[in-house]
């Protein structure tokens, strides 16, 4: 019985990767490049919650250093004008994907990262407290690629299974919980490709 070997040691694989996610708070195919912006999370206060955003330095323009400068507090503000609007504002996400789909982890998802702002899901203030940020590269109304879609969908699946209180109905964009203040990810984000591209990952888990 080949078959159910490998099923076994795979599915055995999986629940280690998100018992080790649970205890380290670092996902292991993601570039770490710590952010100083972030601070405990509340005592019970559980993970509860993901947050899609979007991000680019300047607007629009992909590919530079510039958004994991800022995250780090060490954009050079001089470089350009819309630098200069955001001088001083300390921030972060838990993780960027970028346009080719490389992963960028900046703080601990097991950390409060500061994300979200002033915000609310579903009558419970303060996001920050309860989720994870995670920023695709992108804009609001340029189309995400297909690989920022793959990787969103496995990294979900992973925090998915290390935190079962996320469920596809506590997956949200920043725009959702900040109304009026905040449009990322923006028309741009296409949920139903999401959904299928999260359920793929997930059935890829369970069939092998
Ligand atoms: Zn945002």
Known sequence: MPDTDVFSERH????????S???TGRIP??????????????????ISLLVVHN????PGQFGGPEIEDFFCNRLDHSAHPYFRTIEGI???????????????????LLDRAWHAGRSCFEGQEECNDFSIGIELEGTDEIPYTPEQYFKLAEVADL??????????????GHCDIAPGRKSDPGPAFDW???????????GSVRNV
Not at 12 to 19: I, L, M, V, W, Y
Not at 55 to 58: E, K, Y
Not at 159 to 172: D, G, K, L
């Open 29 to 46: 195919f993601a570039r770490w490049c710590p952010s100083p912006n972030f601070g405990p999370r509340p005592e019970k206060a559980g």
């Open 55 to 58: 991000i680019s330095l300047p």
């Open 192 to 202: 139903q490709y999401f959904r299928a591209a999260l359920q793929a990952a997930q």
């Open 159 to 172: 925090i998915m299974a290390a935190w079962p209180a996320i469920n596809t109905s506590r997956i949200t």
């Open 12 to 19: 055995t694989d999986s629940g280690t990767d998100a018992e």
């Open 21 to 23: 996610l649970r205890d």
């Open 90 to 108: 300390q921030v972060s996400a838990h993780l960027l994907i970028r346009r080719d789909g490389a992963l960028v982890q900046f703080v601990s």
